[in-house]
């Protein structure tokens, strides 16, 4: 069975940092790209950002770039993203999500749980 369990978010005043994890098991984990897409609260989903099987290569989204830091350590069964200069609007719900294929944007088959994110004064 396939299981991502994040972790890390929390209440960060803007301008802020936080690193989100996410830990998979019950497939081979460093056969698939990963990727993190978030949920603002009353909006759709949106990809924030995906990493290929070994790590190297990553994509962002336009609003991320420079801010964000997708990483994953394949001994760990593990991925991260680092979250820089933070803004209100980044503010989501944050979700692990496991690709189809060895590079991001092949499409998405699991979720994990999510964990929320806010940022505010």
């Known amino acids: 069975e396939v299981q991502l369990v994040e972790s890390g978010g929390g209440l960060v005043q803007p301008g802020g940092s936080l690193r989100l994890s996410c830990v998979a098991s019950g497939f081979t984990f460093d056969n698939y790209a990963m990727s993190w897409v978030r949920q603002a609260p009353g909006k759709g989903l949106e990809w924030v950002s995906g990493?290929?099987?070994?790590?190297?290569?990553?994509l962002y989204a336009e609003s991320m770039k420079g801010r964000f830091t997708i990483f994953r350590d394949n001994a760990k069964n593990t991925l991260y993203l680092q979250m820089n200069s933070l803004k209100s609007d980044d503010t989501a719900v944050y979700y692990c999500?496991?690709?189809?294929?060895?590079?991001?944007?092949?499409?998405?088959?699991?979720w994990g749980q999510g964990t929320q994110v806010t940022v505010s004064s």
């Open positions: 999500a496991k690709d189809l294929g060895v590079n991001p944007v092949a499409g998405l088959d699991y």
């Open positions: 990493i290929s099987w070994n790590g190297g290569s990553a």
